[in-house]
């Protein structure tokens, strides 16, 4: 070879060696962004939303024009005019969820829009409102974006998931472990979810995220019905402080 070519091979050597770098760099940099930056972003957009909420709550302000107490489990279903809905991307309740550690509470906001799933967990707006008779469907993350329901398939039944909207606590047990189904089994989240078990109307609860733990392939379904409610003046649930 002559040393023209040997030159030539070198500089072709070199310069994918240096792309080769470069491009390793980029993916660390996106994996530390995904891993992160993003969850970094989230907590703090949560919090903010946390915070946002229990400020309007002190004050006195509702998060929804109409709401008030859910009726006990013990009424039946009554006629009543069409649910008013949640303000579009805004925040309304707050989660805790005691299986997935004393600190983890999450706000719940309406929509499942990418710019909303950043924010918190997002309610499916075309299903029931907190507390009423129907399902109240939520989304949420399992990774990235604050990782919300990173620990999701730890769900068993009994597990307490617990909301508030400022005026109310909310319990809802837990009563299957999460279910796996493909992105289009829109049922899950249907009044009387189909394969949930429940035979007939109630006050039930859906919970949905992705699987598996760093795909989108299929979705986790945990099905809960609402166990108990309070007023807040008498104080956070015994699923809460036991």
Not at 19 to 26: K, M, Q, S
Not at 36 to 47: E, I, K, L, Q, Y
Not at 110 to 124: I, N, Q
Request: hydrophobic fraction near 35%; proline fraction near 9%; aromatic fraction near 10%.
């Amino acid at each position: 070879m002559t040393l023209r070519g040997r030159t030539t091979v070198r500089w072709i050597v070199r310069t994918l060696s240096e792309i080769c770098v470069t491009v390793g760099a980029l993916i660390v940099l996106f994996v530390i962004y995904v891993l992160f930056w993003t969850g970094v972003r989230a907590d703090s957009a949560m919090d903010g939303e946390i915070g946002k909420l229990r400020h309007q709550w002190s004050t006195g302000q509702l998060t929804a024009p109409d709401a008030k107490p859910a009726p006990g489990d013990g009424d039946g279903p009554r006629p009543s005019a069409p649910p008013r809905r949640y303000e579009p991307g805004a925040s309304f309740a707050v989660m805790y969820i005691p299986r997935f550690g004393a600190d983890w509470a999450k706000p719940v906001l309406e929509g499942t829009a990418t710019d909303v799933l950043k924010r918190g967990l997002g309610h499916y707006d075309r299903t029931a409102r907190l507390g009423d008779l129907g399902n109240f469907s939520v989304a949420g993350h399992r990774r990235t974006y604050g990782d919300p329901f990173k620990d999701f398939p730890q769900l068993r039944p009994g597990d307490a998931v617990v909301l508030t909207d400022g005026t109310t606590w909310f319990t809802y047990r837990i009563d299957n472990r999460p279910y796996t189904t493909l992105p289009g089994d829109i049922g899950v989240i249907d009044p009387v979810p189909r394969k949930s078990g429940f035979n007939g109307p109630g006050r039930y609860l859906t919970l949905t995220t992705c699987e598996p733990e760093w795909g989108h392939s299929h979705r986790l379904i945990a099905w809960a019905h609402l166990d108990s409610t309070q007023p807040v003046a008498q104080g956070r649930p015994s699923a809460l402080t036991g």
